[in-house]
């Protein structure tokens, strides 16, 4: 079998398929023929540190990507990408279009690289739009080419990263509503028409890579994942481990799917697609994958595979250390300094993040734990620390996330951590990300 993995930039789960009014309609009929998690989270709500956690199957921490690729963090072996782990077992790998666990693309070993050249992480002078559209062309023409052996093929769009592309003719900024929790005023309904427009092209570049995968057959034989790294990049949603950041859309299509056409509520992480592909492919699993595979759940032996999934951020553009643990209803976030004021250089500057400095958020303070009750309260507006009620909640939670910080060797636990010397890391009150005000 070929796996196909198609990636976005900070889609979060606000696509048709998951009831926004996107116009995204090659993804929901993809939904319709594959299964969709409707609870699908990243390990880290950042670029690098997400996509390297679902492609080694370990948390960030365990990797070594505790910030981003092209500011100076790395891989600490590069062996483990499950690019060169699937050359080894058989598959040809090939890349198109962004990658984020590499400084360079030639540093993770894959056996070809379709661009013409290398994705410039950080430099984001061009045609987005034009150029995610070349690369979607580029794959579709690679799949109509013959292949010698199974293949594993990672295209990676950047769109909808920003910044977004004008907005497309047939939406209407006054009729879209800004995405939960931004306040509804004219500037957030025009990024969020932008964003809309950035998600159209990524359905489009979507829609032909499956139309080359119908032509050639290829699709009967082809697991198709379809995801993103994080939340949008707007305020409180990107580099925030609240649903809003760390949700994501995770779409499966394969053949002989027993639960084709249903959306599964079980609760998932990205880091269980490395078993998961292993599984598929029945490759013997690497002794160092911390997730669990989602071939029981598929298979209807099981219903869930996890009791709680984890998230964390440590560097974004600044220092901001936090974890989280998850249950079905349960949540704790917890962060590990005692800088209680927001870090404006890991919100990406916009519109919505101008809005929010020029009426004094950067004024504002930040509680160092947050416990939510999901059930009752899905959009995370109240903290629940203190409330004496749910005090063997808050217990259990704190002892479960320190259990897995010690099993999975963070090095949080034993104070700050230290930035990698070659890194580019932004001071805490450093307005924007793009300022060289660097620690």
């Known amino acids: 079998m070929n796996v196909i993995y198609l990636h976005t930039h900070d ?3 606000w696509i048709e398929p998951y009831g926004y009014n996107v116009p995204t309609p090659n993804l929901s009929k993809f939904a319709e023929e594959g299964t969709i998690f409707r609870n699908a989270y990243c390990a880290g709500p950042t670029c690098s540190p997400s996509r390297s956690a679902l492609l080694t199957g370990m948390a960030p921490h365990s990797t070594g990507m505790l910030g981003l690729a092209h500011r100076g963090f790395q891989l600490n072996d590069y062996s483990q990408h499950l690019a060169q782990f699937l050359g080894q077992n058989g598959l040809e790998t090939v890349l198109c279009g962004i990658q984020h666990e590499a400084p360079s693309a030639n540093m993770i070993g894959y056996d070809r690289i379709l661009d013409e050249q290398d994705y410039n992480m950080g430099s984001y002078n061009t045609d987005w739009t034009e150029w ?3 690369r979607a062309r580029t794959v579709a ?7 010698k052996k ?8 950047f769109n909808t990263h920003r910044e977004f592309p004008q907005i497309s003719e047939e939406i209407n900024p006054n009729y879209v509503a800004p995405p939960f929790p931004l306040y509804d005023n004219h500037d957030n309904r025009v990024e969020m028409a932008r964003y809309m427009s950035s998600a159209k092209v990524v359905d489009q570049c979507f829609g032909i890579v499956m139309e080359a995968l119908k032509e050639t057959g290829l699709e009967n034989d082809t697991l198709v994942i379809f995801t993103t790294d994080h939340g949008l990049a707007f305020p409180f949603m990107k580099c925030n481990l609240f649903d809003t950041g760390i949700g994501v859309s995770l779409i499966l299509r394969f053949p002989g799917n027993q639960r084709k056409g249903e959306a599964l509520d079980t609760l998932v992480s990205q880091i269980d697609l490395f078993p998961t592909i292993c599984d598929m492919l029945r490759i013997e699993r690497p002794e160092w994958l911390q997730g669990e595979s989602l071939m029981p759940i598929l298979q209807k032996e099981k219903e869930k595979v996890h009791d709680e999934i984890f998230a964390e951020v440590t560097y974004h553009a600044a220092y901001e250390p936090m974890r989280c643990i998850r249950t079905e209803r349960y949540k704790l976030i917890r962060f590990f300094d005692d800088w209680d004021k927001p870090v404006p250089a890991n919100i990406d500057d916009s519109l919505s993040k101008t809005f929010l400095v020029q009426n004094g958020y950067l004024s504002t303070s930040k509680d160092r734990e947050f416990l939510f009750d999901l059930y009752l309260d899905p959009m995370e507006r109240t903290n629940l620390i203190g409330n004496n009620d749910y005090l063997p909640i808050y217990q259990e939670l704190a002892s479960r996330l320190r259990q897995w910080m010690e099993e999975t060797d963070d090095h949080l636990l034993k104070g700050k ?21 660097y620690e």
């Open 11 to 13: 889609t979060g789960r």
């Open 132 to 134: 995610d559209m070349k």
């Open 141 to 147: 023409d690679f799949l109509r080419k013959e292949h």
């Open 150 to 157: 199974p293949f594993f093929l990672s295209l990676g769009l």
């Open 417 to 437: 951590v230290e930035k990698p010397e070659r890194a580019r890391i932004n001071k805490r009150d450093c307005l924007s990300p793009s300022i060289s005000d």
